[in-house]
């Protein structure tokens, strides 16, 4: 099957109708990010992928006065954020033009994703920084996905319907060969019992208290091959890289 976007589109579209766009302060992949984005406000940062663009409203209370992002949807209001409907392999902008790239959880509905590191590597100044974050492969979370899929045919995965999940492996292989350097690669989620339930606990307590966690650098263990499995093993594989 392959992936339907017109479907994926009306999904997600009818996701953003229903959902806080709020995002939480304890939020990994918004860790990551700041670990990486340059503290130059003046970037030009992309949102490839933005969905209801949450990371890109946090970037610009920060005081990020350039942000850019595309997705399928015709239209997205979001104050302070340039936003055009587009898919991540066909990038209306032009070569070398931003200093910034994230794409949280996005990368895996284009297949193969190596069409989308393309034009990453094309509109990205060189030595510039880009976040790439996805489900992988081999991870336990990606296989309970696939079933609850593929076997329960359940509602709840239809945005997933066509879509052929990577290694953080072939992430690492086909930045390398599209020109990027590799600056980090981490997972996060690595438990498949142990972070469910504290995820369930923490947002039982917040729902009654209205506390948040503050942003937190992420916790790296500074071993490569730790990193390595984590990197294949958890709910999303993280990699960070550098236009060469």
């Known amino acids: 099957m392959e992936i339907n976007r017109e479907q994926i589109r009306t999904i997600y579209e009818t996701k953003l109708t229903s959902k806080n766009v709020e995002l939480s302060s304890s939020d990994p992949q918004l860790a990551y990010i700041l670990r990486a984005i340059p503290t130059d406000l003046n970037i030009h940062v992309l949102d490839a992928g933005c969905g209801d663009g949450r990371y890109s409203i946090y970037l610009h209370k920060l005081g990020y006065n350039h942000l850019y992002a595309v997705d399928l949807f015709s239209t ?6 340039e936003y055009k409907s587009a898919s991540i392999d066909e990038l209306p902008y032009e070569d070398s033009f931003f200093d910034f790239i994230f794409c949280n959880s996005v990368i895996f509905y284009v297949d193969p994703p190596e069409k989308a590191l393309v034009e990453f590597h094309r509109v990205l100044k060189k030595g510039a920084t880009i976040v790439i974050t996805a489900h992988t492969k081999w991870s336990l979370f990606t296989l309970w996905r696939t079933i609850k899929r593929d076997i329960f045919k359940l509602r709840s995965m239809n945005h997933l319907l066509g879509v052929k999940f990577y ?78």
């Open 76 to 81: 997205l209001n979001v104050p302070g954020i």
């Open 167 to 244: 290694s953080a492996k072939y992430y690492r292989k086909t930045l390398a060969k599209n020109g990027f350097e590799l600056v980090l690669i981490d997972g996060w989620r690595f438990s498949f019992i142990i972070y469910p339930m504290y995820h369930l606990v923490w947002a039982a307590i917040r729902k009654i208290t209205n506390l948040t966690l503050p942003v937190k650098k992420p916790y790296i263990i500074e071993t490569k091959w730790i990193r390595r499995i984590k990197s294949e093993l958890s709910y999303h594989s993280v990699l960070i890289a550098k236009k060469i």
